[in-house]
């Protein structure tokens, strides 16, 4: 009798002890989960499931919320009487979910179905297959930003016919354009290290609600990586290392990232050195872009060299530092604060474009550098995700300091005059973003943003035969200041879960200061200060409609600004050989107002087909054109006698295109993708049309991609249509140096494509080996409006470590 007591007091404690345990499972494969985070809201209790996926809830009490939270699956909360019920929990995964939740719409998660517009992601799983040496490169490996470059060390996104100022780049939710981005080729996107994104969002087409001014063609939005917690009283420790070299300029390459996860407390550290020689261009192609010979300053004077390989393009190498360090601070599931502090600096960047031209048969120019590119950007966000508030339900508090450093020095060749010119910009934001859930269908989202710009620039002009120093007209009005405040408010409304509806206004106010009283010392304007004051208003209205599993529409008309900054109002500079663009006080915002209509057809996942298509008109739009200073229509800039001109509201332009990206599984294996872009537009420049400089040719790619458990391969090309003299604007037919000539002698840009062939193979969970051979043919030849000429066959190997 007392051996039947015993063994029923056996069951029964067993029973009791395994109620107080739960396994963790896949919600689709039941495998078990190993390092779930297991905890209450306040974090004060504990635990994280074994490698069966099980752990104990003793600690925690019947009626208490319990998260399981993984980095691989969604978050979920139970009260340990439901999970208790079958002692199972199961997690779904977010691997696809991360593709399909976007951030940049609205600065809160939405999932993308639901936006009008068409947004690209690129995630870090793709930028480490891919491995794009700069983040330009990343944008350009999406298939669907265009990329030009001026030299090595540069990368300018064209989006839709858009570029420079009238694109917008954020990184971790702060706006990275400042006063004085400019109307010509920018090569601000660079700084950002690909090796530390977490996941970039590409909005195309108009962000000027969220985002405000200089975001009519598209949002570039780059999120950095985040730190990790443990969630537990363990330390969470995990680290990578990557090496890297590519064979066409002798690329050096070296990465690390340590991330350091507590219960509430998390830190990452990333750095990045990266040391590029001369780049080699390929064999196959136009004879015009060949290196024949450089100039060399030496101790007996500037002599011209022979290049004894006219594929090295001398000089182009450069090296460059990035450096990120974040800190996470999590007292409760719904509360968080972030600190981030990133640093950028290059050394010197020949600017290749300038290095070619030639002037009276003779190359013109022995030096001609970017100064070291610096940037530094400190930003603390605080992030409340729940709230009984009536106003909001999250909200997001952004404030940041950004410096950025650039300069210019060049010296004609034979000279002793070098000319340099310095700028420094010291950039404040803040940022409130908040979302409030009206009903089940409605959400709402609105905001205020203040951004401040305090402008410092000098010029130098040096004697180097003598080593005196004099100053000199600086390329912008000292101790200028830009401002911009605004406020803006979107609606969600999604009635059933096949169609949605947004739309949203932003009122902007924007402001600008700028005294010339020290380079009317040089120029004599006609005005001694500037004080611009626009405001602006701009909205979007679009759909989002699923009849059934096959067709999705989206339709999305929009209305957006650029407000005229520092570079636009007071920026003296050399534009063209013999041109010089002076200061202009009279100047109004310009005005886009688009439309994009995108057709999605998905066969059961057999095709999907996704086509999209987009008109803008460009309105007051701020363009260089000839002027007169004083009546006269030429100065003396630099030693040269120049043609005056000045940024104007002088023209209006007309932009279309048509999209289409396809993807196709063949097997359970391979895979067949395909993006393809078609772009067009004319401004107008007096009586008449002419092509817009930054409407690129048709371009695309096709890839052909296998994977298996440990193994990635992916065949594919890159092509690119051409441009005729007659399709070159006026401004590019202008620099001939840097174009192939058809058989009339005239400059044009050839069409051209490349094979190329990538593999990624995990060795083991730690070690994973990846190599590409770009442009296996060799082919020589030029991204549109590209000083540089691309790699040629370029072989590239990185090695990544992972703790």
Excluded at 269 to 283: E, H
Excluded at 357 to 370: F, I, K, M, P, V
Aim: proline letters at 3%; glycine letters at 6%.
């Amino acid at each position: 009798m007392k051996a039947l007591y015993f063994i029923f007091f056996f069951i029964l404690v067993s029973i009791s002890s395994q109620a107080q345990n739960v396994k963790v499972l896949n919600k689709i494969t039941k495998a078990p989960i190993f390092g779930v985070a297991v905890y209450n809201v306040d974090k004060s209790k504990s635990v994280v499931t074994n490698f069966r996926g099980e752990a104990d809830l003793d600690k925690f009490s019947d009626t208490e919320i319990i998260y399981f939270k993984h980095l691989s699956h969604v978050l979920k909360a139970l009260t340990k009487r439901e999970i208790v019920k079958s002692n199972k929990v199961y997690l779904v995964s977010n691997t696809h979910g991360l593709e399909e939740i976007v951030i940049s719409a609205s600065k809160f998660q939405q999932n993308r179905k639901d936006i009008p517009q068409k947004i690209v992601s690129i995630d870090a799983k793709n930028i480490l297959f891919t491995n794009p040496q700069t983040s330009a490169d990343l944008l350009e490996n999406s298939g669907q930003v265009y990329i030009q470059k001026s030299q090595l060390g540069g990368g300018s996104p064209m989006i839709r016919g858009f570029s420079t100022n009238r694109l917008l780049i954020t990184v971790d939710g702060v706006r990275m354009n400042n006063a004085i981005f400019r109307g010509g080729n920018l090569q601000s996107v660079i700084s950002i290290d690909p090796f530390s994104i977490q996941n970039t969002e590409v909005t195309l087409g108009s962000g000027s609600v969220i985002y405000g001014s200089d975001a009519i063609g598209g949002v570039m939005s780059f999120y950095t990586q985040k730190p990790k917690l443990s969630y537990t009283d363990s330390l969470m420790f995990s680290g990578n290392a990557l090496v890297r070299y590519a064979s066409a300029s002798n690329e050096r390459t070296g990465h690390f990232d340590i991330n350091l996860g507590y219960k509430k407390w998390a830190f990452i550290t990333s750095g990045t050195y990266t040391d590029f020689d001369d780049l080699r261009m390929g064999s196959h192609g136009p004879n015009e872009y060949l290196r024949p010979e450089f100039a060399l300053a030496t101790t007996n004077g500037d002599v011209i060299i022979q290049n004894n390989n006219p594929l090295v393009q001398k000089f182009s190498g450069y090296n460059q530092l990035n450096l990120m360090q974040k800190a996470h601070y999590e007292p409760y599931e719904d509360l968080s604060f972030d600190l981030g502090i990133y640093y950028t600096t290059t050394s010197d960047i020949p600017r290749y474009d300038r290095l070619i031209r030639y002037r009276d048969g003779a190359l013109r120019s022995t030096e001609w550098n970017y100064g070291p590119q610096q940037w530094f950007m400190s930003n603390l966000q605080v992030t409340k995700l729940s709230s009984k508030s009536n106003l909001y339900d999250k909200i997001k508090a952004t404030i940041a300091y950004q410096n950025f450093k650039e300069s210019r020095s060049d010296r004609d060749y034979q000279s002793p005059m070098r000319y340099v010119r310095e700028e420094a910009v010291d950039a404040y934001s803040f940022n409130l973003d908040l979302e409030k859930r009206f009903s089940a269908k409605t959400q709402f989202f609105y905001g205020a943003e203040y951004v401040y710009n305090k402008v410092w620039s000098i010029g130098i002009e040096e004697d180097i035969s003598n080593n005196t120093k004099v100053s000199s007209v600086s390329r912008y009005p000292n101790g200028s200041s830009w401002q911009s405040a605004a406020v803006y408010s979107s609606i969600k409304y999604k009635p059933n879960p096949k169609f949605v509806f947004q739309s949203g206004l932003r009122f902007n106010y924007v402001t600008s200061d700028a005294d010339f009283t020290e380079n009317n010392a040089y120029l004599n304007l006609p005005f001694e200060s500037a004080k611009n004051e626009s405001e602006a208003l701009t909205g979007t209205a679009g759909i989002s409609w699923s009849p059934n599993s096959t067709i999705q529409w989206k339709l999305n008309a929009s209305s957006a600004f650029r407000a005229p900054n520092i570079d636009d109002i007071g920026k003296v500079f050399d534009s063209e050989p013999g041109s010089v663009v002076v200061p202009n006080n009279d100047l109004r915002p310009e005005y886009a107002y688009g439309g994009e209509l995108g057709l999605k057809l998905n066969f059961d996942d057999k095709l999907i087909l996704d086509m999209s298509t987009y008109y803008t008109y460009l309105d007051n739009a701020l363009v260089r054109r000839d002027y007169r200073l004083n009546g006269n229509t030429e100065i003396m800039y630099d030693g040269e006698l120049s043609n005056v001109q000045a940024i104007q509201n002088a023209s209006k332009a007309w932009i279309y295109g048509f999209e289409v990206g396809l993807k196709m599984p063949i097997t359970k294996q391979v895979d067949l993708t395909s993006q393809y872009s078609i772009i067009g537009g004319t401004e107008e420049a007096g009586d008449i049309e002419v092509p817009i400089r930054h409407v690129a040719p048709s371009f695309g790619n096709t890839h052909l991609l296998w994977t298996s458990n440990d193994l990635k391969l992916d065949f594919f090309a890159n092509y690119n249509g051409d441009l005729s003299f007659n399709q070159l604007a006026p401004s590019e037919i202008e620099k001939e140096y840097m174009y192939a000539l058809d058989e009339n002698g005239n400059p044009y840009s050839p069409s051209w494509f490349t094979l190329n062939f990538r593999a990624q193979y995990q060795i083991n969970t730690s070690i994973t080996i990846t190599t590409s051979l770009e442009n296996i043919t060799d082919q020589r030849y030029k991204t549109y409006s590209s000083g540089i000429a691309a790699a040629g066959r370029n072989f590239i190997l990185s090695l990544k470590y992972s703790l």
